[in-house]
């Protein structure tokens, strides 16, 4: 299989994951937390890298950009995923207390401090309101960034020609 198919694959699953989160939001009536945002940001990412390599279908060292470049953002997707498993994990009076939506942050605070609420996590975060097979949402998308990680690995380690390096 060649990196670009690669890259195609993990663009879908991405999608296809995307879907699934707003499937669960619009149709299930789950609300994301911000730390829930944050992890979409993550396959937002790591889709967009993936579909501008499938597109570009590079080689050789483009090859390698594109995999470092999916790996740091599913390497973010899942520290932040790692943040909301630590925050569910907390026993019920360490939970921090929740604060206002996603959207009301939006509308009165800025950019950077909306990023840096959403990062701390709220009461929210630590609420587990559906699992499957045992894990909660956080650990799914934890499995598949890593998934994405291992991907982007082998992208970036495999060997290629050195008629490959000559064509990035």
């Not at 879907?19 to 944050?38: D, K, N, Q, T």
């Not at 579909?51 to 520290?79: E, K, Q, S, T, W």
């Not at 970036?156 to 050195?162: A, G, Q, T, V």
Request: aromatic share 14%; proline share 5%.
């Amino acid at each position: 299989m060649t990196s670009r198919w690669i890259f195609g694959l993990v663009f879908l699953v991405c999608a296809g994951l995307l879907a699934v989160a707003f499937y669960m939001e619009h149709v299930m009536g789950l609300e994301p937390c911000p730390l829930c945002w944050l992890q979409r940001f993550g396959f937002m990412g790591a889709g967009l890298v993936s579909l501008l390599a499938f597109l570009h279908g590079p080689r050789g060292f483009g090859n390698r950009v594109y995999g470092l470049l999916l790996i740091v953002a599913a390497g973010a997707g899942l520290a932040v995923a790692g943040r909301q498993l630590w925050l569910q994990s907390l026993p019920a009076d360490q939970v921090p207390a929740c604060g206002p939506s996603v959207d009301y942050m939006l509308e009165v605070l800025p950019w950077f401090e909306v990023l840096q609420t959403a990062l701390k996590g709220t009461g929210d975060c630590a609420e587990v309101v559906w699992r499957f097979l045992g894990l909660s949402i956080p650990g799914w998308t934890a499995v598949f960034f890593s998934l994405l990680i291992v991907l982007g690995l082998f992208v970036m380690l495999r060997r290629y020609s050195p008629r490959d390096w000559l064509q990035s």
